[in-house]
């Protein structure tokens, strides 16, 4: 599920110059691989291709590297916690040396590995600074995909204040969330659901759409101790009617408040806030939209969330 945090909001707000200033500069890189994004996957696949002894480049635009892990706010990991595989055991097994174990990062219900996405980023990052061969560049976000024929061969970027980063690659890969190099290339793809002719999958639609799975503005919440009051203002438009049935498993079977809360509960008296259930899931399609009007696109989402913290 798309997940979009607090933090990557303040990065979609950056301004992207269309007239440089006289000061502006414009960095140049040429490298095997030019990895898009310092997403959990980019980040992982740039540590990768470095040990294999690729001079590696991601380009991320916000200050961490995670993706979903950090900057998204989405410190919860799927899948089979008894994997102890690759990279993903490597950093696993960071966060339980953190913590102090495994038990440690059990402090919820929606997943084994639980944690919170400063720490992520810390080890993503002593994970990439160990690589002599990898280097990360925050801050700047893509705006041209380079080709000769039907090969990428490298990308632009800028950031505010009208500096560019150019780089050359002979390897671009597209670890961006949603694929923001696939037009700009002209490489063809399809958003949505596929047609079960196509698939053969029984549950699969008769038709082919461009519906997507929804998206949460994810919150981090803190517990300051009994008697501490940090309500936040109440939002325009709220509505506890919104909310009313929040406390319910996705079959609508009732549970207690704290339940609901546990479900994404992460060690150190916090929690994320990524509740699907009445909660702060919204269906938007932005997938396709520009990254400069993304901000403004995210907006409803982010309010629900404001209205669902303020309810709780």
Request: proline residues 6%.
């Amino acid at each position: 599920m798309t997940r979009i945090g607090f933090l990557l909001s303040a990065v979609l707000s950056l301004a992207i110059g269309h007239v440089r200033p006289a000061q502006a500069k414009t960095i140049r890189r040429t490298v095997d691989v030019l990895v898009i994004g310092g997403t959990t996957s980019g980040t992982s696949a740039a540590i990768a291709a470095a040990r294999q002894g690729a001079a590696t480049l991601v380009v991320e635009p916000t200050p961490m590297l995670g993706g979903m892990f950090s900057a998204q706010g989405v410190p919860a990991a799927d899948g089979n916690h008894h994997l102890p595989s690759g990279l993903w055991n490597e950093f696993r097994e960071a966060l339980r040396a953190h913590y102090g174990g495994a038990e440690a990062l059990a402090t919820g219900w929606v997943s084994n590995t639980l944690f919170e996405p400063h720490v992520a980023d810390s080890i993503f990052r002593a994970m990439a600074a160990a690589e002599p061969r990898l280097e990360v560049l925050h801050g700047y976000v893509l705006d041209k995909v380079y080709k000769r024929g039907n090969c990428v061969t490298g990308a632009r970027f800028s950031r505010g204040g009208g500096d560019r980063l150019e780089v050359s690659a002979r390897i671009t890969v597209d670890a961006t969330d949603l694929g923001d190099a696939l037009p700009m290339s002209g490489t063809p793809y399809r958003i949505g659901m596929d047609a079960r002719a196509d698939t053969g999958e029984t549950l699969a639609p008769a038709e082919a759409n461009d519906i997507v799975q929804d998206l949460t503005f994810v919150a981090i919440l803190k517990d300051y101790g009994k008697g501490a009051d940090k309500t936040i203002p109440r939002p325009e438009g709220y509505d506890p009617a919104e909310f009313a049935a929040a406390c319910q498993t996705a079959a609508g079977q009732p549970i207690p408040a704290e339940v609901m809360l546990n479900y994404g509960r992460l060690p150190n008296g916090k929690y994320m806030l990524n509740w699907p259930v009445n909660g702060n899931d919204v269906y938007m399609n932005i997938v396709e939209v520009p990254y400069a009007r993304r901000d403004a696109a995210l907006r409803p989402a982010r309010e629900k969330t404001l209205r669902f913290i303020y309810y709780i």
